[in-house]
């Protein structure tokens, strides 16, 4: 579009092109994302309606809601929801508690707060599965160094097998769970903290506030939008975890670490049943989904209240 | 005067606290260090050796040449669990930071001039795309898992670049989208605006107005893109066959699953496989802070 064009020719182009720019630049990445997202998705409710047995990879007959029935009666479903609600319980509750007094800690005028401040978020910018490969052998029951450590000291007589113990296990899962996501929590109520205006802590204090005080009446409330934002986010991170478990424990000791979602991979890659496994996913969507419904709900009349 | 000793016994607590979280957040980190250039003997030991005794490189020089440690050579019987695999880090990092910095000019590329349309123009089906694309986040992976194989093998991409960048630009090119439509909606339009006047297109106030002014929403983004490909594991371990595209966290899991293997080369590889986050968040920590920040409290 040179400026020595037709006048009339300049003005009417840029016209067109002014309308047709918004959709040019959304569709490239809109086509990316549909693509990978309609198709498979299409497909994968396709599949859970179909036997699709990867010994038998010739039959695909279909069967309507069977897998779904054969999944929820199976031996493992319930069990499975239990572990996977206690986890995620603890999960949110930990990451809560974590990332709430570490924000508190790093808002502090402590001289160890700036050092904090850069490693806190370590944890957060490495892999899942490496992460949890290092816990792994930190929990090992035969060289760990933790049990190392507590022996040294005399604490312990003999190392502990943290991840074969049932209990032990859910415990060890969870905390270096908390050890991966909570520090991204802890920066968002860091981001919360820092917009409070002091004046409204000094005011109390004038009014005679006491720590827990000040803490219940005016850090809560004002940190309640991002309060829900992690518990959304960390719901969603404990009931989809994979790859922790995938490299810890595998499921288990006896299953007592199989969440839903490890079930939904055993199906697929060691029963060899597609169907089954691709329906199990489906309903973990579905319960996903339902959570983030009604934590949006809460979240509205939260507002209202306001 | 009590209130003096509360407020110093206050910060002593406090000072403790952030010590025993300093130890709980850096501590599997320095380990794993620790461990990697110490022997498997020294390192089976019960108990261990925080301070390695006899510090060596062997470790690091197998990994990269091939020479077997001289700890492995002391006990016959630990030779076996030299790992050939271990030796697979360097080019699985390789493949790692490829797909990553390709996702990341993706994401740029797409995600930026998408961001401005969604803060700053007026179109049909906006709100409905918009919402279109931050719901594809909310699938399960492990749903889409077989279909993203089925669809990739379909298109003979099986084990190519190609593949895990399409797939990992899909994964993180909502949140980019979202996170810098946020960030340009709460930079103040004027300047733009005077660009319109002065007869700018959207697309010229975008590359010569906005994109200098949101340089830091810029990096930010990018860096979140950079470390979610480089640490995705699940869509890598299906789509991938052989070390010409097998990522870092592939790779590591697969030698961590080898119950013969070395600890002392596990540690290796870890610790090389962590080098690039490490450095990435610890040089971008102050946009990443930022950025995080930002997309709690912009709204």
Known sequence: ????????????????????????????????????????????????????????????????????????????????????????????????????????????????????KIIILLPWAIPTVVAGLMWKWILN???????????????????????????????????????????????????????????????????????????????????RPIILIVIVYETMTAILVFDLIYVMTGGGPADSTALLSWFAYAEIFKSLNLGHGVALAIIIALITLVLILIYLRLLKTEEINV | ???????????????????????????????????????????????????????????????????????????????????????????????????????????????????????????????????????????PAMAIAIPYYVIIRTFHLLDTYLSLIMVNSVITLPFTIWFLTLYISNIPREMEDAGLVDGCTPFQSLTKILVPMMAPGLVAAGAFAFMTSYNEFLFARFLTQTIKTQTGPVIIASIAGNPDVSYSLISVCVTLGLIPPLILAISMRKWLTEGLSASVTYH
């Open chain 1, 141 to 223: 029951s035969d060289f760990g160094i933790l049990s190392g450590i507590l022996y040294s000291f005399g604490l312990i007589s003999s190392y502990i097998p943290f991840l074969a113990n049932p209990t032990l296990a859910k415990i060890s899962l969870v905390m270096a769970h908390i050890w991966k996501e909570g520090p991204l929590a802890a920066i968002f109520f860091l981001a919360g903290l820092q917009l409070i205006p002091k004046e409204l802590y000094e005011a109390a204090k004038i009014d005679g506030g006491g720590g827990w005080r000040l803490f219940r009446n005016i850090t809560l409330p004002l940190l």
């Open chain 2, 1 to 139: 005067m009590n209130n003096k000793v509360r407020r110093s016994l206050n910060t002593v607590l406090l000072n403790i606290l952030a010590i025993l979280l300093i130890v709980y957040i850096i501590g599997p980190f320095v380990w794993m260090a620790a461990a990697s250039i110490q022997g498997e003997n020294e390192l089976l030991k019960k108990p261990p050796n925080l301070i390695p005794e006899n510090p060596t490189l062997d470790n690091y020089n197998y990994v990269f040449t091939g020479k077997i440690p001289t700890a492995y050579e002391v006990k016959g019987q630990i030779r076996s669990r030299i790992s050939q695999e271990a030796r697979l880090i360097g080019p699985a990092v390789k493949n790692s930071f490829i797909i990553a910095i390709s996702v990341m000019a993706i994401n740029l590329f797409f995600g930026t001039p998408a961001a401005y349309a969604f803060a700053r123009l007026r179109f049909r089906f906006k709100n409905p795309s918009y919402s279109f694309i931050l719901a594809s986040r909310l699938m």
């Open chain 1, 1 to 116: 579009m040179g400026k020595a064009n037709d006048v009339q020719f300049e003005r009417a182009r840029p016209r067109i092109w002014d309308r047709l720019y918004p959709y040019l630049s959304i569709l490239p990445a809109l086509i990316i994302i549909a693509l990978f997202t309609v198709y498979p998705f299409v497909y994968a409710v396709r599949i859970s309606f179909f036997q699709n047995l990867l010994t038998k990879p010739r039959s695909h007959p279909f069967i309507g809601l069977q897998n779904y029935e054969e999944v929820i009666s199976s031996y493992y479903f319930r069990s499975a929801l239990t572990v996977t609600a206690l986890y995620a319980i603890a999960v949110v509750l930990g990451v809560l508690i974590f990332g709430l007094g570490v924000a508190m800690l790093l808002n502090s005028n402590i001289r160890l707060a700036n050092g904090l």
